[in-house]
Each structure stands twice: as structure tokens, then as C-alpha cells.
């Protein structure tokens, strides 16, 4: 496929439960973001690697979220202990094959958690 | 630190009407500035782009102009139809990472 995919698109966690979540970028892309969409808000940033560097991770909200992307392709983005305010929409975006070229991303589908 | 604002919604128009979403920012420097679309059950995509000031970004039908003095990136289309029903983001790249900023998304609802 041509597109970002992430997986699993559906996620219902127990509160407390750790969770995590996949991305698979466009071939090449050098960068990727990870956003958190609250129900109707726009998407915020999480964080960004370029290649296999997490460049800035200034937007996770707590020690409890982790990302890594090893390979420099497929990223994840794990939660521990997961708490009822992590539910949202996640959204992963990879872009430019250099860098992001003045912004241009392209998003997944998203993966929406819900925590209860 | 930089933020963009957009109109709220939701903007409910007849087909064939004029649209005009507002969008408004702050940032320091020059970012590039971007309208995604939201698709009812579908991803983000991009609609139009400009990373320059007086840049004209257009696609599908609609524009907006990087207007630097302003501060604003208005989407336009001059005839609306049933299938751009969708929520709009306005954004902001910054220089630094290119990491997204993102308005809080506008509703439309375009009705026959």
C-alpha cells in the first residue's frame, strides 16, 4: 500500500492496562509525527523522529507514553498504565524524504483508545 | 508560543453557496501554512498548501491566500457541493521540526 497504516484501529483499554500502538510509514519517509486527537479538537503534537532520532518529544503529556522507531521505518507508540484522559483518537504521519519539506504530512487512519 | 484560530462551527450551507472559513494565526517567523480536510470516517488529508507570504494555495476548487500583514489564511470556494461536507483544519508548520500546529477544526454542512 501507497498510504501510512496504523494498527490496531480500535483499542479498548482497562484503566491501568499498558497499550501499544503501531505505525507503518510511506516507504522512505524520513520523518514521522505522532498527534493525539481529543474528541472534536484538532490533533496535537506528540512527537517526532527523524529517522531513527525522536527528535522532540516535547508534547507527550506524561512519562507514561513512550515512543521508539528502531529501524528507522515502523514506529510504536506505547502507554502505560493507562488512565480514562488517554482516550483519543492517534494519529501518525510520516512526510518528505529528506525532511518534511515546509510541513507536508501524510496521516493515517488513526487509532481511536478508549480507557474505561 | 505559536497558535492558530479558526471559526467555529458548525457552518451549514445550500449547495452552490460561497464558503469562507476563517483562519487566523501566531507564529514567529515564517511558517508554511495548510488546510487539511477530514472526510466523514476517513483520515486526514491535505487540501491546499503555502509557505510563503502572498503564496495562493488552491485545490478541488477551494483557496486561501498567506496574507502576512493579516496574519490570516482564509479558505474560500466559490460554489459549495454536497460532498465537501467534512471538518476543516487550519495549520501551521514550524521551521524548526515541521511538527503541526492545528486550529480546533471547522464543521461543514452542505445540504442540497
Known amino acids: 500500500g501507497a498510504g501510512v497504516s496504523q494498527s490496531p484501529r480500535y483499542k479498548v483499554a482497562k484503566r491501568g492496562q499498558d497499550v501499544a500502538l503501531r505505525c507503518d510509514p510511506i516507504?522512505?519517509?524520513?520523518?514521522l509525527f505522532w498527534y493525539q486527537q481529543a474528541l472534536g479538537q484538532g490533533p496535537e503534537f506528540l512527537t517526532y523522529f527523524q529517522n531513527e532520532a525522536q527528535l522532540d518529544k516535547s508534547g507527550l503529556p506524561s512519562d507514561r507514553f513512550f515512543a521508539e522507531r528502531p529501524e528507522g521505518s515502523v514506529s510504536t507508540l506505547k502507554i502505560q498504565r493507562t488512565q480514562q484522559e488517554d482516550s483519543a483518537v492517534y494519529l501518525c504521519a510520516s512526510g518528505g524524504r529528506v525532511r518534511a519539506q515546509g510541513g507536508e504530512q501524510y496521516f493515517g487512519p488513526g487509532t481511536r483508545l478508549t480507557v474505561t | 508560543g505559536n497558535s492558530v484560530t479558526q471559526m467555529e462551527g458548525p457552518v451549514t450551507l445550500s449547495e452552490e453557496a460561497f464558503l469562507t472559513i476563517n483562519c487566523t494565526y501566531t507564529a514567529t517567523g515564517y511558517p508554511s501554512l495548510f488546510w487539511y480536510v477530514q472526510y466523514p470516517g476517513e483520515g486526514l488529508q491535505l487540501l491546499l498548501k503555502a509557505t510563503k507570504a502572498d503564496d495562493k494555495g488552491s485545490n478541488k476548487g477551494f483557496e486561501a491566500t498567506y496574507r502576512k500583514e493579516t496574519t490570516s489564511f482564509h479558505l474560500e470556494k466559490g460554489s459549495v457541493q454536497v460532498s465537501d461536507s467534512a471538518v476543516y483544519f487550519c495549520a501551521l508548520s514550524d521551521r524548526g521540526t515541521d511538527k503541526l500546529i492545528f486550529g480546533t477544526g471547522t464543521r461543514l454542512q452542505v445540504f442540497p
Open positions: 516507504s522512505g519517509h524520513v520523518s
